[in-house]
């Protein structure tokens, strides 16, 4: 019917009215059917009908995302992809999150088990991870799996490992920041020499990628720059403040930061007393807005 329909559209040819009638009554499918007229060639459907029914059958795609997603990926059989599915499936993926995982990277259904899942898979496993901690990481970031093993995940994860002196903290950071597996060692080596030379104690550094590990993909310029201001602010490197204000300022843009200030500026405070009190308690700049909504005006002084 698919093939029918579609064909139909394409060459203007007839089929049957209680189908036509059928398909137009609903909304959805004739929106459906008016994209595929706009943007497909009968060549493209005939080539791409296997795969557009395989995503909307086995992974619940629209007809339209169905489409789209057909244009980058491609296969004439179900071998491959049924294989893909197996392999989540064996390793307690549920349905929801296959599907979570194929919508955000469908490209993984071109993947080969044995040599490009369940090595990786099989990798985090022999490093303590629980199977709901691969799940989450792979559903939430399926990019891993574009990753060499040897050249990137293994040494990104042995790095961590030794920065954080325990397996157990470098699985609770990649768990909250699984693009950190992205990292080369030379970017995350030369963050954490910008800290050493900047005189941040090791177990410091430690606290900063533990509590913020997106620190390790900044650009290492802008955070040169970002160490010298919170240098100038009067944070001295030796202190946990020290790390606290970086992880505060690295939280937000810099028009963010001055709309904290104005909130500050509001209440009545100077510039220096803004400053003393952000050196003695950073995370005071991040109640600022919040803080402003549910105080009554300041009042003008006649």
């Known amino acids: 019917m698919f093939r029918l329909l579609c064909k139909s559209i394409v060459t203007g040819s007839s089929v049957r009215a209680p189908s036509v009638h059928y398909f137009l009554e609903n909304p959805s499918i004739l929106s459906c059917l008016r994209y595929i007229s706009s943007v497909n060639t009968d060549d493209n459907i005939k080539?791409?009908?296997f795969t557009v029914s395989y995503l909307m059958n086995k992974c619940r795609f629209s007809l339209k995302s169905a489409l789209e997603v057909s244009k980058q990926v491609h296969f004439e059989t179900p071998y491959k992809p049924d294989s893909v599915l197996a392999v989540f499936k064996k390793y307690g993926f549920s349905k929801s999150h296959i599907l979570n995982l194929v919508r955000r990277r469908p490209a993984v259904l071109l993947s080969k088990p044995k040599t490009t899942l369940l090595p990786k898979l099989e990798f985090f496993k022999s490093k303590g991870f629980s199977s709901p901690d691969v799940i989450k990481i792979i559903s939430s970031y399926p990019w891993v799996f574009k990753y060499s093993l040897e050249n990137q995940l293994v040494p990104a994860f042995d790095f961590l490992e030794n920065s954080l002196q325990s397996d157990a903290v470098a699985i609770k950071t990649i768990k909250r920041f699984p693009r950190i597996l992205n990292v080369t060692v030379e970017n995350m080596a030369r963050v954490v020499d910008?800290?050493?030379?900047?005189?941040?104690?090791?177990?410091?550094?430690a606290m900063l990628i533990r509590s913020r590990p997106s620190i390790m993909v900044s650009n290492l310029e802008n955070f040169k720059k970002l160490i010298e201001e919170v240098t100038l602010m009067g944070f001295h490197p030796s202190k946990t403040q020290f790390i606290e204000a970086i992880r505060v300022l690295s939280s937000m843009s810099r028009s963010t930061w001055e709309k904290k200030l104005d909130v500050h500026r509001k209440w009545g405070l100077s510039e220096e007393e803004i400053l003393q009190a952000f050196v003695k308690c950073p995370w005071f700049m991040l109640l600022g807005i919040a803080i402003d909504f549910t105080l009554p005006p300041t009042p003008t002084k006649h």
């Open 47 to 49: 080539n791409h009908s």
């Open 194 to 205: 910008v800290l050493r030379d900047s005189g941040v104690p090791e177990k410091n550094i």
